[in-house]
């Protein structure tokens, strides 16, 4: 089955940059369509970004575009975010999702890495 790993949440002021990285494993990812979505505490689940990991494609939330930049490292099975210019509203638990590029809804999600921005 697959699974999804994310790491590389944590602490940053205001302004400062993070890479969060998804590993992902269990089968192979070429069909997939992945991405990144993230809860703060009282909220719903919201989109953040996603890329087709065979073409590339990308899509991203307003909130982030322009400022987060997704990406995958093929030879890695790894999909990643980029975050800069972070902002307090960014602080949530940021998760790594996976569906089939066919299927609208996101049938896998990783345990979710703690981003804090600190004003």
């Known amino acids: 089955q697959a699974q999804l790993v994310e790491s590389g949440g944590g602490l940053v002021q205001a302004g400062g940059s993070l890479r969060l990285s998804c590993e992902a494993s269990g089968r192979t990812f070429s069909s997939y369509r992945m991405g990144w979505f993230r809860q703060a505490p009282g909220k719903e689940r919201e989109f953040v970004a996603l890329?087709?990991?065979?073409?590339?494609?990308?899509a991203y939330a307003d909130s982030v575009k322009g400022r987060f930049t997704i990406s995958r490292d093929v030879t890695k099975n790894t999909v990643y975010l980029q975050m800069n210019t972070l902002k307090p509203e960014d602080t949530a638990v940021y998760y790594c999702?996976?569906?089939?590029?066919?299927?609208?809804?996101?049938?896998?999600w990783g345990q979710g890495t703690q981003v804090t921005v600190s004003s």
């Open positions: 999702a996976a569906a089939l590029a066919s299927v609208s809804s996101w049938g896998y």
């Open positions: 890329i087709y990991w065979s073409s590339g494609f990308t």
